[in-house]
T-cell receptor, first 114, second 117 residues
Framework: DTGVSQNPRHKITKRGQNVTFRCDPI?????LYWYRQTLGQGPEFLTY????????KSRLLSDRFSAERPKGSFSTLEIQRTEQGDSAMYLC????????????FGPGTRLLVL | AQTVTQSQPEMSVQEAETVTLSCTYD???????LFWYKQPPSRQMILVIR??????QNATENRFSVNFQKAAKSFSLKISDSQLGDAAMYFC??????????????FGKGITLSVRP
């Protein structure tokens, strides 16, 4: 069990560019979540997957955001035409659906849009 | 919608002393889970402790314990024998236990805990 990993850890981009982040969950975890955290705030839910199915998307997830989880393993979060307001830490978490479900977080990807 | 409130932005504690971090929440549900997560500077968030709402007994994990007051919708974290490594941001979080509900976490704004040597 190597924990949840995220890549890249840091990303600096210019406004208008597209960026893609990757999350590798703990193996055998069938649920995967994306959250966004801005400075001084708690994480806010963006979207989640059960296996390969995307079951819910937050209103925070505008049309410029898309997430996938092909084959129910790793997930990608893409932001198109980035804006300065997209600057934040993007956190991924995974869990195994069940009674004692606990979400385990990755280290996050810090995005800075210039 | 559920909300989680952490009204203290910062707290400080002397090493080896005890500190209590406050959290209140609002929900119309009767079955849910509450969590405290710790986020050290530039490091990933880790689970400190969890509480099932149906359990009357307060959860404990070594030096960490909670005071869960369901009627008051209060969920405070007590850290005993504080250590320098306890310095971090602490987030209170809520998750619905309702069948079929999205199992997302709803977080408070967090509290920054500093530990004085």
């Amino acid at each position: 069990d190597t924990g949840v990993s995220q890549n890249p850890r840091h990303k600096i981009t210019k406004r208008g560019q597209n960026v893609t982040f990757r999350c590798d969950p703990i193996s055998e975890h069938n649920r995967l979540y994306w959250y966004r955290q801005t400075l001084g705030q708690g994480p806010e839910f963006l979207t989640y997957f059960q296996n390969e199915a995307q079951l819910e998307k937050s209103r925070l997830l505008s049309d410029r955001f898309s997430a996938e989880r092909p084959k129910g393993s790793f997930s990608t979060l893409e932001i198109q035409r980035t804006e300065q307001g997209d600057s934040a830490m993007y956190l991924c978490a995974s869990s195994h659906r069940g009674f004692q479900e606990t979400q385990y977080f990755g280290p996050g990807t810090r995005l800075l849009v210039l | 919608a559920q909300t989680v409130t952490q009204s203290q932005p910062e707290m400080s504690v002397q090493e080896a002393e005890t500190v209590t971090l406050s959290c209140t929440y609002d929900t119309s549900e009767s079955d849910y889970y509450l969590f405290w997560y710790k986020q050290p500077p530039s490091r990933q968030m880790i689970l400190v402790i969890r509480q099932e709402a149906y359990k009357q007994q307060n959860a404990t994990e070594n030096r960490f314990s909670v005071n869960f007051q369901k009627a008051a919708k209060s969920f405070s974290l007590k850290i005993s024998d504080s250590q320098l490594g306890d310095a971090a941001m602490y987030f209170c979080a809520y998750r619905s236990a309702k069948r079929g509900a999205n199992s997302k976490l709803t977080f408070g704004k967090g509290i920054t805990l500093s530990v004085r040597p």
